[in-house]
């Protein structure tokens, strides 16, 4: 049997070389597949929103989609059985970004993490509905990690956060957080015990994100210990693809002001590909080592893989993602190409935030060296401290480790 790629992008799979291609042999059309493959793509997001967003060009990069060959996805009946149980909150409180920021802690999980975390820490802003999450090791380490995407939001949008809202959980009534929004003028606002309704916003999200990661990693069979991977994408994900109640754009549109796109977005836990770094690279040595594809980088243009060999997770520009499976082996030029599709990936402080024309500038500077990431020096302190986890120093990529450090949020 072998896969042939028609003139529309499609793959169509035939019974032998030899055959002619009739259209009896046509595995679906290329709409169909591609509204199964981007139901994928989106973090399982519902057929009925997918097909909305899509029509309504809320969001950039989505071809057009025709209807699902089957709307039952078996992933999305194993991770979403509580669906039901939740109800949307569409009451919006707030005029604008961080007049209130909800947030609340997940946890603990009943398995670590990958860097060794157990709670999540997840944040929301009631207007945009934009959200973060932290990974932590214990709920002490809420506080700094709560300062640290506050500070980072409130220095992006150039104005303060005016109130916080949580439960009053420990890791949120105390003296931390109280000497600190007194300091900067943040109210904070305690739900009742007993009522998460008060909390609604964030406990839907919490939901809604533990949901998604279940699915995606039920969709590969992949280990537990990638949930923060998971439910890391999950948020970058539904920033993306979400709409606000009552609006016609995405929580990303009305917190960064454009509107997002999805052009460069892969199946999470796909097999992928990464480019070996050359220079280093023997004249018999394969050119690529194999990795599982676990999202997209929120600080650089680049995707997240796990590399198998060497059992390390990388950030890396050179990656080809086999997300549609059926492909012929000699199709190999849709290979990812950073510069146009990653666009978005940077979540630029507003500091470091390049004019358009510089960004262009630069581009054109360091089309040469794409596929090298020198690690920060800050990145090289952190590998060192960490002695506990592989080095892939061969590969030339920026190795990282999986959410051990509190500013790795999304
Ligand atoms: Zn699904």
Redesign the pocket.
């Known amino acids: 049997m072998i896969g042939l790629r028609t003139s529309d992008n499609c793959y169509a799979i035939c019974q032998n070389p030899s055959t002619s291609f009739s259209s009896s042999l046509v595995c679906g059309s290329s709409k169909i597949e591609s509204i199964d493959l981007w139901?994928?793509r989106l973090g399982?997001l519902n057929y009925r929103d997918l097909m909305k967003v899509a029509n309504i060009e809320v969001i950039k990069g989505i071809p057009k989609l025709g209807k699902p060959s089957n709307p039952i996805?078996g992933?999305?009946q194993k991770g979403k059985q509580t669906r039901s149980t939740h109800k949307r909150v569409d009451e919006v409180l707030t005029s604008k970004p961080l007049e209130l920021l909800h947030m609340d802690l997940m946890g603990p999980m009943r398995t670590e993490s990958l860097g060794g975390k157990k709670y999540i820490l997840v944040m929301v802003d009631d207007y945009s509905r934009y959200a973060w999450v932290a990974f932590l090791r214990d709920k002490s380490e809420a506080f700094i990690n709560f300062k640290d995407i506050g500070l980072k939001i409130q220095n992006e949008k150039g104005h303060p956060i005016e109130r916080i809202r949580s439960d009053r959980g420990r890791e949120f009534d105390n003296s931390n957080f109280f000497e600190f929004c007194h300091s900067l003028g943040i109210k904070h606002e305690f739900s009742a015990p007993r009522t998460p309704q008060q909390n609604g916003v964030v406990e839907r999200k919490n939901r809604v994100l533990q949901e998604m990661a279940r699915?995606m990693l039920n969709q590969h069979e992949l280990p537990t210990h990638f949930w923060a991977e998971a439910i890391n994408t999950d948020c970058y994900t539904s920033n993306r693809t979400h709409m606000r109640p009552h609006t016609r754009k995405t929580c990303y549109e009305l917190w960064k002001g454009k509107k997002p796109s999805v052009k460069y977005f892969r199946v999470f836990g796909s097999r992928c590909y990464v480019l070996k770094d050359h220079e280093n690279l023997g004249k018999f040595e394969s050119k690529s080592e194999e990795g599982i594809f676990l999202g997209y980088s929120s600080k650089i243009r680049a995707y997240r893989v796990y590399i198998l060999s060497s059992k390390c997770m990388v950030e890396s520009i050179n990656v080809i993602v086999d997300d549609i499976g059926s492909r012929s082996r000699k199709c190999d030029d849709d290979r990812i190409d950073v510069s146009k599709d990653i666009e978005v990936i940077e979540e630029k402080s507003k500091d470091e935030k390049l004019s358009e024309d510089e960004e262009k500038k630069d581009e054109q500077g360091k089309k040469g060296d794409r596929g090298r990431i020198e690690p920060s020096k800050k990145n090289k302190s952190r590998q060192a401290e960490d002695r506990s986890l592989p080095t892939n120093q061969g590969l030339g990529h920026r190795v990282l480790k999986a959410f051990a450090t509190p500013s790795d949020h999304a």
Do not use: E, I, Q, V
Request: glycine share 0%; charged share 15%; with cysteine.
């Open positions: 139901h994928r399982h996805c992933p999305c699915t």
